[in-house]
């Protein structure tokens, strides 16, 4: 059974930073594309960064409204996936969640159950 647990959120002011990270367990990355999103209060959920495993390019994306700010990293050895957040802003407080996908025939698409994020004074 797969399964994805984040943890790292809190409390932080504007400005300062916090490191998010997910524990796979259950999956091997192997083609798998890993990804940070994130739902604001009456908001869609939405990407925040991606990281394609070392096997498909490595290659990253990142929101353009986090882009600079936010560095997305995994530990394939220990199936950790990890989102490192600086100069946070109020508009990133959100719950922040973990996907782990792979397309194709035996693809599959799954998620953690989020951890919040609040950025306040």
């Known amino acids: 059974q797969v399964q994805l647990v984040e943890s790292g959120g809190g409390l932080v002011q504007p400005g300062g930073s916090l490191r998010l990270s997910c524990a796979a367990s259950?999956?091997?990355?192997?083609?798998?594309?890993m990804g940070w999103y994130r739902q604001a209060p009456g908001k869609q959920r939405e990407l925040v960064a991606e990281?394609?495993?070392?096997?498909?390019?490595?290659?990253?994306v990142y929101a353009a409204s986090v882009k600079g700010r936010f560095t997305i990293s995994s530990d394939n050895a220990k199936k950790m996936v990890y989102l490192q957040m600086n100069s946070l802003k109020p508009d990133d407080t959100a719950v922040y969640y973990c996907?782990?996908?792979?397309?194709?025939?035996?693809?599959?698409?799954?998620w953690g159950k989020g951890t919040q994020v609040t950025v306040s004074s």
């Open positions: 996907n782990l996908r792979k397309l194709g025939p035996f693809g599959y698409n799954y």
């Open positions: 990281l394609t495993s070392a096997d498909s390019g490595g290659d990253i």
């Open positions: 259950g999956i091997i990355f192997s083609a798998t594309i």
